[in-house]
């Protein structure tokens, strides 16, 4: 699977590095707003020792159908911003390249265009695209279809820098059905990112706990959604829909 | 519902004030070994302020037929021990009373003479009743099948005068695949039970706990297998079984 | 050591379910509002198989200094409320008994009273007379003194019902010049009662935790704090005051 | 405060990073085996934005009394193997220069000649040189006086590379008079490093948890050991004996 990336900040790195180690994959180009590090090779940025892999290109310096002639790709992920999609969105669905985006926040007009790609190649959108914690939300949800009546509040902790309520927070407590002043933010020293799901029944506590360690497993959701995407041809996919196969006994 | 209770320890006291409590059940008698409380009524023996229900009798004081005449039920909630079935299998049989039991080991002599009742009535059997262990153990297969590379290990915490490993935490290992020596056991002063799968990713952890608060967790256990139990009128129904529909989609 | 004891509600009875089972305290009165139980034995009510102590007298119906004519005390313990203290305070200071008081809140002209009080006798006052909630606060008001700049968050969890944020989460707040926005309170099904303070420094995470697993841990502090007031014989002493030497390197 | 540091793996690289970032400290040269990196200054090789510090030399490419003569310090940091003080002791000793030691094991023959320097300089060892490590292992010393019949177990998580029992939880084990049994050690994932010990009372539980989240704790704790051996001129430390006098009240 022939890959190109949009964004090459500090998560961008942390998803190019486990793109570069994954066997089933080819990292063909990075787009990055910057122009610094155009045109080096990702691989040896990143100091990996592998065979040389991923060139840095700039957004203000190719078009993006030159760089799809001369480098094709599969898939685009994209870890840029809301506008990144603009860059490369209709070349992609002129191709069939299937697009992964895990962009935080787009607003409603870009969702439709997103939408519209998908009747003609598969379109992935997921705020966080990591495994733990989209599991935690389909695994609470069954929970709360078995139980209906216990009460939930969801804890999370970050860095004492991290001013805003957690996104991610937001999105547990809104599958979740969870008012938004059950969401218990802690700010406290270097804490990398932990949310807990506390689900109280009269005698009895489940806790539903995921623990960031490194901006890595972004790039492991990356893997797992492509994988995943892989036999679709069309369709606007969220992780929930991903995972919510595994859930099922006809898949045992 | 009818109710007929084997067992009255401080689990069997701890069920029966839960069904007492619970309007669409109503609690006929409880069969205990010792002969004390003999002919006392539950609902007065327990303190519950509420109208007068379940007479206590002794085993060797009152025959299993003589009993059902007189106290018919639909079902027969068994905490008492791998012998009780020898009591009142046959008769519930014959008068298609399902039996939900909660008895923490059966050797395989018995396990086949309760399929071989399920072939009339609805036999449930689970040596952990409560809703929120069998939750995590199926929560974690699904995440087990999700992501079949990661580290799992198994945290149990006990109080002190607890010898052996928790039978709960064996369970889990087994439905797992989780190897035994990968069950941490603790045990310090009071606590009740908590037992904590780790799932360890390499840049994120996922924990799935469950801590015990009451024996009463056991009580509404029955309640949901009971419940779940009402449309079935044969077949051998473990925790599992009556959990899986709940984390289908097509239930959603 | 011979005990009084005012207040029987849940507390008074698990605190003298500690008593009567200790070797060097006898348990000799309970004092309570209610003329139920009147005249009954508490060994004998809370079923403990020992030999039979502690009298229950209603507050209305026996004068103090009758009773302690009759029953004299080396200490009275109180887990009634803020009025109990005009029922046996000056009687206590004539007699030179100490006092022990566990009653949540006393407005300032009691207090004042208190420490009046405590010039003649040992007189003891905590609103939360567990040995871990306030081995939790000095423990950490070390680490304070340690490292003066980590962040510090108090988390604690109770049952639904529990309306207002914890007294004890203040108490710790207070004492450790926390901001009450930083009491990050969870109410969900019977949790029975935990406080987790947080202790975040750059690259590295401490957490003193307390969970409560039974009502009889107010018994021990009991015990402890009668113990350490032993050798004195007036003063006004806070639960840190009694902890503060173990903390001692000079007694090591 | 110039400082000399030995050790320039992870670790050493972690804590240089921190000293850099100090406003009373300043990095005069670090030492370390391998030949690469020669002579480049450590601020640069760190990217970090600062005024350049630092030089870095090889172990076999200069002697240790050249390099005071050109660049003395007030203090040796070291964080490289047990043969590092054979280069640096003698001649630390002679210039009264303090020896600060993080390595994590050494054998008697050589902790007795720390000892000896120690009558002449001020030195310093702890294995694991965190503030909140140790600061744990002293509040559970302290808890452990206040009630000596308390369980206490010791849970401790790392990666799953990390193929024996944390040096840590050894430590915190010998500290506290724990049973090597009691030492329960989970490997899972990428977990970093977490320890707790739990304090088990008969009817509360007391949880005292440090998880690490990056090697520079371990420069926050070279620094505040610096700081706390600045008027000390000889003797020899460990980090308990710079932790006790804040646990006292003399110096509330």
Known sequence: MKVGLMGFGKTGKAVASVILKNEKMKLE???????????????????????????????QKIRISKLLDEHPVDVIIDFSSEEGIHYYGEEAV?????????VSHYDNKIIQKLKN??????VFWSPNITIGVNYLIIATK??????PDIDMV???????EKLEVSGTAKVIAENLNIDHTEIKSTRAGGIIGKHEIICGF???????????????????????????????????????????????????
């Open 29 to 59: 180009w990075v787009i990055r707003k910057s122009e610094i590090l155009e045109q080096r090779s990702v691989s040896e940025f990143l100091g990996e020792n592998i065979e040389d892999q991923g060139r840095i290109y700039s957004i």
């Open 94 to 102: 002129k191709r069939k390249i299937k697009i992964i985006s895990a």
């Open 117 to 122: 790609y998908s009747k003609k190649t598969a």
């Open 142 to 147: 069954f929970l709360r279809k078995i139980a």
């Open 154 to 160: 969801i804890l999370e902790e970050h860095f004492k």
């Open 202 to 252: 009269p005698f009895q506590t489940v806790r539903l706990t995921h623990e960031s360690i490194a901006r890595e497993a972004f790039g492991n959701g990356v893997v797992f959604v492509a994988e995943n995407l892989e036999e679709k041809t069309k369709g606007f996919f969220s992780f929930e829909e991903l995972l919510l196969p595994y859930f099922s006994d006809r898949y045992n």
